[in-house]
């Protein structure tokens, strides 16, 4: 059961400090690992947030899905992940994977990943239905489609021009068939600073950093009750 949050943070917006006491209070979800999902479309942000959270928790290990998926499965990893990765840290065992190296195509050397007392798993489709039951949380990071993926071109570059073009479809067919974002029990929105945003009640929401200071950039995030209504 993921603990409850007061109906006044549901409206300010929940602070970084608040979700990390919330993580820690949260019951073991696979074996004694709380594994977290953080999903969201390419280019949102996920890896950059995800990095923070993992700061705040303490150093959590992240496992980022970008080392699981290949050119050949963009999407048809969960077997790989379940076998490599879930499995033994549901038993307390170190998991061992070959993360990919999508410049080369192919896998590298073998990574170990001990069990902790939270592990992020960060990356598209980290909330798909076939892992959700192993996640005690799903955060979904809340920028739309469209500019989720014009960030992703502008930070990879006309190098990468070809594989965003095969990407785009492949993601679509995935949340059309695979949704994660109703599933997400919060939504994570990135914030500038002098921005004011609302709240999914429409009231003006107050935004806090992960660190509990902005980044070089001004960003913030913004962490809020999801569609799950688990907070």
């Not at 949380?137 to 502008?154: D, H, I, K, T, V």
Request: include cysteine; charged fraction near 25%; proline fraction near 7%.
């Amino acid at each position: 059961m993921v603990p409850s949050i007061s109906a006044g943070t549901r409206r300010s917006g929940l602070v970084i400090q608040q979700l990390v006491s919330s993580v820690r209070r949260t019951p073991p979800s696979c074996g004694d690992v709380r594994l977290l999902g953080v999903d969201g479309h390419a280019g949102s942000g996920k890896s950059t947030f995800a990095g923070r959270l993992a700061e705040a928790l303490g150093g959590a290990p992240v496992l980022h899905l970008d080392d699981i998926a290949t050119h050949a499965e963009l999407f048809d990893w969960t077997g790989r992940l379940l076998r490599e990765v879930l499995a033994p840290l549901r038993e307390g065992r170190t998991a061992h994977y070959r993360p990919y190296d999508w410049r080369a195509r192919r896998f590298g050397p073998a990574r170990a990943l001990p069990p902790a007392p939270v592990v992020l798993l960060e990356g598209v489709g980290a909330g798909r239905r076939a892992l959700r039951p192993h996640l005690a949380l799903l955060l979904w990071m809340e920028l739309p489609a469209e500019e989720a993926w014009r960030a992703g071109r502008e930070r990879d570059g006309e190098e990468q021009r070809e594989f965003w073009d095969g990407w785009i479809p492949a993601e679509r067919r995935h949340f059309a068939e695979d949704p994660s974002r109703p599933h997400a029990d919060l939504l994570v929105r990135r914030t500038r600073e002098g921005i004011r945003s609302g709240s999914a009640a429409g009231t003006e929401a107050a935004s806090a950093s992960v660190s509990g200071s902005e980044s070089a950039s001004g960003e913030k995030y913004l962490v809020l009750p999801g569609p799950a209504g688990t907070w």
